[in-house]
């Protein structure tokens, strides 16, 4: 079992909706959360970034952490072609290491 | 500011050959990692290094794989021999350090792209 899954997709969806990408977990020792994007042959940018449970908004997104269920999810509202990217996710435990497990990412296609 | 540097963006080499990459980090980030990404999976550490010293190897074959961060600013990360399943997008990352408070998380470089034949 992977530590960090995450449904490949691909996600394609009509300009204007909303989406949701998910991830699960099996270590509950992780407690910083992250959302990035990657668009094609580009490194991933940081989207989002969550500290244990809880929500984060920013602009069109939305992180949630549910740390009881070991579930995260990324919203993102009024989608936009330019949204069209992978989205991995990735997480981290306290301390000083700070190394990355990410997931294999969802694919998300926003057509216009 | 600028971003994480790497180079070359791309390379391709037979197998059993040998390879060299290059990264460049963010100006005053103490904290350089490696990672492997394959097509269609998301990114595995490799090496991550505080300053010029080595603070996980633990996923680096390292009976191939070589990395060194001489005077704790650039890195170089080598393959010899390479293996076709090699073939991977090689990303440097970069971030400030130590300090679990501060609200900073990894910067990545656009990777340079390994094609093993």
């Known amino acids: 079992q992977k530590e960090v899954e995450q449904d490949p997709g691909p996600l394609s969806v009509p300009e204007g909706a909303i989406v949701s990408l998910n991830c699960t977990y099996s270590n509950s020792a992780f407690q910083y959360f992250m959302w990035y994007r990657q668009y094609s042959r580009k490194g991933p940018e940081l989207l989002m970034y969550?500290?244990?449970?809880g929500n984060k908004e920013d602009g069109r997104f939305t992180a949630q952490v549910d740390k009881s269920s070991k579930y995260i999810s990324l919203f993102i509202r009024d989608s936009q072609p330019s949204d069209s990217a992978t989205y991995l996710c990735?997480?981290?435990?306290?301390?000083?290491?700070?190394?990355?497990?990410f997931g294999s990412g969802t694919q998300l296609t926003v057509l216009p | 500011e600028a971003g994480v540097a790497q180079s070359p963006r791309y390379k391709i080499i037979e197998k059993r050959q040998s390879v060299a990459f290059w990264c460049n980090p963010i100006?005053?980030?103490?904290?350089l990692y490696w990672y492997q990404q394959i097509l269609g999976q998301g990114p595995k550490l490799l090496i991550q290094?505080?300053?010029?010293?080595?603070?996980?190897d633990s996923q680096l074959p390292k009976d191939r794989f070589s990395a060194e961060r001489l005077k704790g600013v650039d890195s170089t990360l080598k393959i010899q021999p390479a293996k076709l399943e090699d073939s991977a997008v090689y990303l440097c990352?970069?971030?400030?350090?130590?300090?679990?408070?501060?609200?900073?998380?990894?910067?990545f470089g656009q990777g340079t792209r390994l094609t093993v034949v």
């Open positions: 990735a997480m981290r435990f306290s301390g000083s290491a700070r190394q990355l497990t």
């Open positions: 990352a970069s971030s400030l350090g130590r300090d679990a408070k501060l609200n900073t998380e990894a910067f």
């Open positions: 100006s005053g980030h103490a904290t």
């Open positions: 969550t500290y244990s449970s």
């Open positions: 290094f505080q300053n010029n010293g080595v603070v996980d």
